[in-house]
């Protein structure tokens, strides 16, 4: 069973669930419930799991309790119970209101809507942020909290825009910033059509199919117990395990090969090319050659901008492109999408310095993408130098430089939620729609130690 990172919520639930709530547990877990909406989705999806279990176990004696393991009281409360999902709906759904201090709790695990049209294996979607749509295949909107119809695609778009699909067996994925992913008709299928997905795949149920994950060059599978990250551009796809193992096919049955925990496949040219690494370690220092990939030896790099030689190094200018958070062009350098080992690591007291030159003053930005060290969380932010980029008016021609401290990006509507430290891993400088004839020669970030 998977457990909600929250223990004091795993515990509260194992005690609702064991009927053994006090009245002070029952507000606490009320209000738990009612002021945070991933909770609130754990919370579902424990009793989901819970039910499930009940429906293939044998019956027990209530007096056999499980000792707690791992996963503390859920997994005891697991073991407690094998009911039938008739007497568990009719429980969570008012039972405990009329016995435990009127809390109705039944609210949080069925609340009031239209009753799902999707069968109970298919997917839910919740912990939803930001801008994210649910839509069929003919252009039908769905809502964004609830049951995922069966060949509909959920895309997340812009900064810090993130949800989770929770999988009636403990299977949950979550969907990143930019990210879209489509359900296949029969729900054993997820494709990620681009951007980055984080999977925390359980053993299906009795009876059912594994979930298989698909990418127009990869199709994973075996994948039940692993971690695995996933990643789509337009012409690469990366698999990263983090546990576990998955065995990587091209959609034509050609076999790439198994990936294990702590490994990185790349696969590039409809799988004329393909490489297989440790995943790295996020670096504190990161100070990358501007004339070579910005993560050598893994396909990181500048997907939007263009390297300039001149004279005895190389610099980094804009390209005009349409950016997908504006919907409008701009000039803009950017790098690609490494969620899973990221660029660096930022703490509140790293420096970032910029060596640049423009031919003339304008508004302008330097912006990372931040995810927290847990590669499984969808939560991100951006940390954001917004100010105006400035030719030298001493040297003409001259280089200008900027260094701030990594907590002075904090300042924006999209700042991060989460504390540091920040894994970056996507780095753009923007000039919006005026080309001033930006060029990096130097971008680095120093750690903490290094600034004393």
Known sequence: MTAPSDLRLAELFGHYWDNVLTPAEAEELDRKLAAD??????????????????DRTPGRNSRELETTTETGAASRAL?????????VLQYTGGALAAGVTGIALGRWVWPD??????????ARLGSVRGDITV?????????????????????????????VLFYPDGTNIAVTQDSAVTLSADGTQLQLDRGVIAADVRPPLVGRVPLTLLTTETVLTGASGAIVTLSQTATVTEVGVQRGAVKVFAPTGKAFGEVRGGELLTVQGDGDQIQKQQIRETPDKYAPDLAR??????????????????????VVAPDFWHDPYYQRKMHQIRSDNQWTHGYFRLHADSLVRV????????????????????????????????????????????????????????NNKHAPKFGPPWIGFLIIFNTYE???????AEFRVSPPEANT
Not at 374 to 395: I, K
Request: proline fraction near 11%; glycine fraction near 10%.
């Open 293 to 314: 990939p910005l993560v050598v030896g893994l396909r990181g790099d500048w997907a939007v901008g263009h390297r300039q030689p001149m004279n005895a190094q190389t």
């Open 434 to 440: 005026s080309d001033l004839k930006l060029q990096v």
């Open 79 to 87: 073991g407690a119970r094998r009911w039938s999902r008739r007497r």
């Open 355 to 410: 060596r640049y030159r423009v031919e003339r003053p304008g508004p302008g930005q330097v912006c990372f993408c931040v995810r927290t060290p847990d590669v499984r969380s969808p939560t991100t932010g951006m940390l954001e130098w917004n100010g105006t980029y400035a030719p030298n008016l001493t040297n003409p021609g001259g280089w200008q430089t900027i260094e701030v401290r990594a907590d002075a990006l904090l």
């Open 113 to 122: 809507r239209t009753p799902p049209t999707a069968p109970e294996r298919f």
């Open 37 to 54: 909406p991933e909770s609130r989705e754990w919370f579902r999806l424990l009793v989901l799991q819970a039910v499930a279990v009940a």
């Open 135 to 163: 839509r069929s295949a003919d252009g039908t909107a769905y809502p964004v909290d609830g049951p995922v119809p069966p060949g509909s695609t959920v895309t997340a778009s812009g900064p810090s825009a993130s949800a």
